[in-house]
């Protein structure tokens, strides 16, 4: 995320287990997780083809995952469990 933050290129493996998908969707660039080879692939299409890089990607981690929103969420989460 720090990456992202500062505007930087992001290759995020799209692992099920990674959750990358989870946080930025469509607004990174995602390699396969299946072999060796494509990731090297990917990560040559990369460096050859950077992504656009958008201006506003500081204020969607600061909007969606500062401390605040996170608590809120966990928050909100925590009483639909124990409501009843």
Do not use: Q
């Not at 946080?23 to 072999?35: D, I, K, N, Q, V």
């Not at 080879?37 to 050859?48: A, G, H, I, N």
């Amino acid at each position: 995320m720090e990456g992202y933050y500062l505007g930087k290129p992001c290759l995020l493996s799209n692992s099920p287990w990674h959750g990358g998908n989870d946080y930025f969707g469509l607004r990174a660039r995602y390699c396969p997780c299946t072999s060796y080879e494509l990731f090297k692939k990917s990560l040559k299409d990369f460096y050859v083809n950077p992504p656009s890089v958008h201006r506003d990607h500081a204020d969607y981690i600061t909007n969606n995952f500062s401390d605040e929103k996170m608590m809120s969420e966990i928050l909100e989460r925590i009483n639909a469990c124990c409501s009843p």
